[in-house]
């Protein structure tokens, strides 16, 4: 599956050429003006019930009953959807941010990108995360908390290089 997926090289282009077609003139121009669209999104409260029907539709899947969840919802009063699913909502900024981007032209029609960006549901279960990943690269800056770090993966590599080479130079006592 992962094969067939990352080597369909139309895909993610045919995606893009539908999410430009239901653009309204908005234009995004980078990476700080993509992720405020987003933010502003998860925080328009007559954008919530939308947002929550996606969520649903796109991770509802099996057993999932969508009209109880809108109960509870709808008992919660109506809350921002960070207060009533923070891990949903998380999931939903990583798409809307992928989708925005590709729309945009933010971010490219690579055939690995779509897998690549599941990787980035994880984010909040790690205090580390780190990628040489070009995608991992523009966007885990924009989804991590204050208290996670993201570490580019040839740094990482770099700095394990580093420590192995200052222990071995110190002998046996920098090794114990």
């Known amino acids: ?6 080597t369909q090289e139309n895909l993610l282009k045919n995606l893009q050429a539908i999410l430009k077609s239901n653009k309204n003139g908005e234009k995004i121009r980078n990476l700080d003006e993509l992720n ?3 933010e502003s999104d998860l925080n ?6 939308r947002l929550l029907v996606f969520l649903i ?10 009209g109880l969840i809108f109960e509870r919802y709808l008992s919660e009063g109506r809350p921002l959807l960070k207060d009533f699913a923070p891990y949903a909502t998380h999931c939903i900024k990583v798409d809307l941010l992928f989708h925005y981007g590709l729309m945009h032209e933010v971010i490219g029609t690579r ?31 924009l989804l991590i908390r204050e ?25 046996d006592e920098l090794m114990k």
């Open 111 to 141: 055939p690995t990108n779509r897998v690549d960006l599941e990787y980035l549901y994880y984010l909040p279960f790690c205090n580390i995360f780190t990628s040489n990943d070009k995608l991992h690269k523009l966007l885990a800056p």
């Open 57 to 66: 539709d796109n991770y509802g899947e099996g057993e999932i009953d969508g």
């Open 1 to 6: 599956l992962w094969r067939t997926l990352t």
């Open 36 to 38: 405020a669209k987003v």
């Open 147 to 171: 208290n996670q770090k993201f570490i580019i993966g040839q740094e990482l590599k770099n700095d394990f290089k580093n420590i192995v080479e200052h222990l071995e130079s110190g002998g």
């Open 44 to 49: 328009d409260y007559s954008k919530q019930e």
